[in-house]
C-alpha cells in the first residue's frame, strides 16, 4: 500500500505518470493544480495571493471566491482529468474532494500570523486548515471494491466549512492514516535539490532526523512544505518518503527505484 501525490507545477507529464501508475494496485492518488490554478484565477482577474507565516511557509491566502475558484481548477479541471487518463489505462479511478463523504476533516485556522513586509500581522477570513482526521473506513471501502480514489483538496472543517489544506501534508496524513509503507511525492523537480536551479545537485538521501536542518538550509518555498509532509509521515510511521521528478517516462518506478531523494 502507498500513497502518492503529484504536483500541479509546469512540465509534469501526466500522460506518462498515469501510463505508469496503470502498472500498480492499491494505491491512494493525490493531487495538486497550482499551475493551472494561477492561470485560470488570473484570466478571471483573480490572482492569488501567496502568504508567508511567520514560521517562514508560503501558502495561498483563500478568501470564499479563491476558494470556488480553486474548486474549479482542483476538483474540476485536474481532477477530472486525471480520473479520465486513468479510465483510459483501465484504472477504475473515482475522483473526490476531501470534503466528499468528509474523507479529510479538521479546523478551520482561526487567525493567521504572517509576515508582511518584514513586519508581523494577524489575518483573519482566510479559508484554510488543519487536517485531523481521515475517513479511513472509506477510503477503505473504495479500494476492498477496486476502485482507486484520486482525492484532492479542499477539506472540510467540522462546522462543515470547506477549507483549504496542503496537497503534500494531506497526503502524509493519509498515508499515516491507511497505515501505508510509502508516500511518493512527485514534481516538476527531480527531488530536494541543494540548488533549485540544477537538476544535477540532487540530494539523495535525508535521514529523518536531519530533515529540519534540510528544510533551513537546501528548501524553499512549497518544496518546505514537502519535506514537512515527509517528517509528518515519518513520525506517523510510514516507513519511507520518496520525492521525485514527474517530467518524464515512468517517474513513479524511477522514483521507487531510487532516483529521487529518499527520506527514511
Ligand atoms: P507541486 O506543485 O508539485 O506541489 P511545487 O512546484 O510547489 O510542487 O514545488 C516544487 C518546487 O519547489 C520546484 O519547482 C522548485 O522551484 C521549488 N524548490 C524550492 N527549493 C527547492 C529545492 N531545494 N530543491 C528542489 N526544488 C525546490
Redesign the pocket.
Known amino acids: 500500500m502507498f500513497v502518492i501525490k503529484v504536483?500541479?507545477?509546469q512540465g509534469i507529464d501526466y500522460d506518462a505518470f498515469v501510463r505508469d501508475l496503470a502498472q500498480y494496485r492499491d494505491y491512494v492518488l493525490v493531487h495538486?493544480g497550482?499551475s493551472p490554478l494561477e492561470e485560470i484565477a488570473t484570466k478571471l482577474g483573480k490572482p492569488p495571493v501567496f502568504i508567508t507565516s511567520v514560521s517562514g511557509f508560503t501558502s495561498r491566502y483563500t478568501d470564499r471566491e479563491t476558494l470556488e475558484i480553486f474548486n474549479m481548477v482542483y476538483a474540476g479541471k485536474m481532477n477530472k482529468m486525471l480520473v479520465e487518463k486513468l479510465q483510459q489505462v483501465g484504472v477504475n479511478a473515482i475522483g473526490l474532494t476531501g470534503m466528499d463523504g468528509r474523507i479529510l476533516e479538521g479546523r478551520q485556522k482561526e487567525a493567521l500570523k504572517i509576515i508582511e513586509n518584514g513586519r508581523k500581522k494577524i489575518l483573519r477570513g482566510d479559508l484554510s486548515g488543519i487536517i485531523e482526521r481521515v475517513n479511513t473506513p472509506l477510503l477503505r471501502l473504495l479500494l476492498d471494491h477496486g476502485y482507486t480514489p484520486v482525492l484532492t483538496p479542499p477539506a472540510i472543517s467540522y462546522e462543515g466549512v470547506a477549507i483549504n489544506v496542503d496537497?503534500?501534508r494531506c497526503a502524509a496524513q493519509i498515508a499515516v492514516a491507511l497505515r501505508a509503507e510509502r508516500l511518493v511525492i512527485l514534481?516538476?523537480?527531480p527531488g530536494?535539490?541543494r540548488n533549485?536551479q540544477d537538476f544535477h545537485s540532487l540530494i539523495e538521501r535525508i535521514a529523518r532526523d536531519q530533515i529540519e536542518e534540510f528544510i533551513q538550509t537546501?528548501?524553499?518555498?512549497?518544496?518546505k512544505k514537502k519535506l514537512l509532509s515527509a517528517k509528518e509521515a515519518l513520525d506517523g510511521g510510514v516507513k519511507e518518503v520518496l520525492l521525485g521528478g514527474a517530467r518524464g517516462e515512468a517517474p513513479l518506478t524511477k522514483t521507487l527505484q531510487g532516483m529521487g531523494t529518499r527520506i527514511l
Open positions: 504536483g500541479g507545477s495538486g497550482s496537497g503534500d514534481s516538476n523537480v530536494l535539490l533549485p537546501y528548501a524553499r518555498g512549497s518544496m
